[in-house]
């Protein structure tokens, strides 16, 4: 047994999650790396790995209901690689790209993706709005932006008919009321994670019809 198996899957279990024994095994290997690499890159300002357990992978792990219709996946701002390593763990069939500006931090994402062995991901050091030549069905962030700066400087990866998915922390009515005419938030959702005492939402936003990208 891994160290915090049983926290994981206690937390997966709360959660209704349908993860294998084998892909939570690879998350926690995932988290293995995070910790390694941590001591000289600077991924995350969590040191405790239990802490990294709710903080970093059952709080990444709330965006797999959200996914379930997908195909494709942008997540932008990847820094240590949440919720995109995650969900490339669990959603195999998911092809997913990793974008940060951050070089350290794309190094570790493309090496955690050899040494996990997803073939699912692609990683790409750019910023965010220089980024061309892809889209997907989801778009998503983690603490990356305001609401209105997301949609702005991502617009342009969205496939017809996609939607962002922005993972937040105290519901950003604020951020909300400052979108677009054009962008809809059309559903935010309050989200539980197992062991961590803070707020979580889900925000899903669109295009307003007729303004697709």
């Not at 294998?20 to 969590?46: D, E, G, V």
């Not at 792990?61 to 490339?88: C, F, K, N, R, W």
């Not at 910023?127 to 990356?144: N, P």
């Amino acid at each position: 047994m891994t160290p915090f198996s049983d926290s994981l899957a206690a937390g997966i279990a709360q959660m209704r999650l349908n993860i294998s024994p084998a892909q939570q095994q690879k998350l926690l290997a995932y988290l293995a790396l995070l910790q390694k690499w941590n001591k000289t890159y600077n991924l995350t300002a969590l040191r405790d790995p239990a802490q990294m357990v709710s903080h970093h992978l059952l709080d990444s792990l709330t965006l797999l209901p959200y996914l379930a219709q997908a195909e494709s996946m942008i997540d932008v701002g990847s820094g240590g690689g949440m919720p995109a390593i995650p969900a490339a763990i669990c959603r195999p069939d998911l092809q997913i790209t990793m974008v940060d500006a951050n070089s350290k931090k794309t190094t570790f994402l493309r090496q955690a993706a050899i040494e996990l062995g997803l073939e699912n991901v692609a990683v790409n050091s750019s910023r965010v709005e220089e980024l061309g030549g892809q889209r997907a069905d989801i778009v998503t962030s983690r603490a990356f932006a305001e609401l209105a700066d997301f949609v702005r400087l991502t617009r342009h990866l969205l496939n017809d008919n996609g939607h962002w998915a922005a993972m937040k922390g105290v519901y950003p009515a604020d951020e909300i009321f400052r979108l677009p005419p054009d962008i809809q938030a059309y559903q935010t959702d309050k989200i539980h994670v197992p062991t961590l005492n803070a707020e979580r939402h889900i925000v899903l936003l669109r295009p307003t019809q007729g303004t697709q990208p």
